[in-house]
């Protein structure tokens, strides 16, 4: 099963007798901002509020695509989608089909660093070959629960009595199949190895913990229950809409985010590999990817850094905008071929979106799975929203004569692309 993929990547860093700093990435399948931090009131969520209290918090943080296989490629190699020709899970490697690109964690691997992959980290099976990107990215094995076993298993009791396999299931975990569920396997193994690690203190680590909830089914303890999910009658959102690229995005640095910082401007999930490598200091800064794909260290996103310290002297950021893109099969919604999830093979339109600090603008255009490219030339659709009035996405103002201007210049941002932004 897979969703679209929304992350929370939380940092700890700790300099312990100027050793390099350690670093905990942690991924939260499926989350989004929904969270009292980033003005939710209705939620309850204390534990990564108080983490929040010192972080940079970046409110416009945007997934390049929104499916958890493309998406987690493309942020663990700092690429997009469109370079690493991956739009749909369960595809492709992209060592093995358009070149041998150096990881995020690869990158600390090979730095000296001591790097450990739990729970769901890389999207697992055949894009990353069946091993989690192991040996490359990691320096042992990844830990997967053994609790994964029993994800589509019939665990819900229903409301006759019997069990069933429902996809919104509130458990006891102690009942559950050995007892546990796989998050909390993963947080007890992520759990053991900083213990460990603080004890031996040897080389610094690189721990990527993978959480596999709120991605559907949705089974949790039941202490849990009371809040609600569902809004707009949809779980799984498949689109360029917000709603389904924004995502969490807090770095906390001990001795530099003493307080919340909040960051207005668009940024992108690529920016995470260079971000860590300046804020670390682990090796020279990643260069621009160039235009072919010779090169297997680089990036396509940019450092936060220059925004940190801007935002910490008092002055302005620069404005930025964030890419994503969505591929569909057809024109109209349809259940074979499925157009939230489309095979490879029926890949015939992609939608492109580019977000700037007040506009979102979408194109949808004939794609070609044959070279990778759109043609801007063949316009299926296309969708302007104003956040300032519209910060939902509800209105449609593609048409507005008044606004032909800024239109015609967002779409040439667009069709430029990540490479002149
Ligand atoms: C890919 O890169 C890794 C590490 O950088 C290297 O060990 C391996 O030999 C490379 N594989 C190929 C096919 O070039
Ligand atoms: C992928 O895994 C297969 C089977 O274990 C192995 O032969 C192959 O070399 C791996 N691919 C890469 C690029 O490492
Ligand atoms: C790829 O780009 C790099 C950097 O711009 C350049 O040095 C190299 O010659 C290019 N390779 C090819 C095959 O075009
Ligand atoms: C749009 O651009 C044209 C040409 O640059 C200019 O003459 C016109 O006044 C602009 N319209 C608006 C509404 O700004």
Redesign the pocket.
Known sequence: MSGIILILALLFIKTINCKSPNILFIIVDDLRPSLKCYGDQEAYTPNIDKLSSTSFLFKNAYAQQALCGPSRSSFLTSRRPDTLNVYVNEYSYWRSTVGNFTTLPQHFKQNGYHTYSIGKVFHPGKMSNFTDDYPYSWSTEAFHPKTDAYTNAKVCIGKDGKLAKNLICPVIPEYQPDGTLPDLESLNEAVRFLKYKNEIADKPYFLAVGFHKPHIPLKFPIQYIGWSIGEHGEFAKYSNFDIATKVPLLIHVPGFSENEVIFSNPVELVDLFPTLVDLTQVSEPLKRC??????ILCTEGRSLVPSIFKKSLNKNIPPSVAFTQYPRPGLRPTLQPNSDQPKFQEITIMGYSLRTNRYKYTEWVKFSIKTFKPNWDVVYGRELYDHVIDPDENNNIVDRDVLKNITKALRKKLILGWRYS
Do not use: T
């Open positions: 160039a235009f072919n794909k010779s090169e």
